[in-house]
């Protein structure tokens, strides 16, 4: 079982940054495939990034059009953990973050992952 928890969420400001990161806890992430999805009120959740296992650094990486460019997403396999770097934000940008892991490529559908985190809120101010 692998138990995932997202952190960093907050407001800020329209052109801001922010710094997500989720923490995994119960087995190692290793081989684990991880992304990161938001929803915002009224609509479904909709995926923003996901960078594959390596057993090096980093993984490849993808992105949704509507953050490319913008988000950074990361990996650090040896504290189990996993960063999106926002910048750049605007009030569209406004959801709770979620951060889930899987094993396997295809990463774009939330019904590919088998495990979910409980969120962050971020809220984005004109």
């Known amino acids: 079982q692998v138990r995932l928890v997202e952190s960093g969420g907050g407001w800020v400001q329209a052109g801001g940054s922010l710094r997500l990161s989720c923490a995994a806890s119960g087995r190692t992430l290793r081989t684990y495939a991880m992304g990161w999805f938001r929803q915002a009120p009224g609509k479904e959740g909709e995926f923003a990034a996901a960078i594959s296992w390596s057993a090096g650094r980093g993984g490849t990486t993808y992105y949704a059009d509507s953050i490319k460019g913008r988000f950074t997403i990361s990996r650090d396999n040896a504290k189990n953990t996993l960063s999106l770097q926002k910048s750049s934000l605007n009030p569209e940008d406004t959801a709770v973050y979620y951060c889930?892991?899987?094993?396997?490529?295809?990463?774009?559908?939330?019904?590919?992952?088998?495990?979910w985190g409980q969120g962050t809120q971020v809220t984005v101010s004109s």
């Open positions: 889930p892991a899987k094993i396997g490529s295809s990463y774009t559908q939330p019904s590919d992952y088998t495990y």
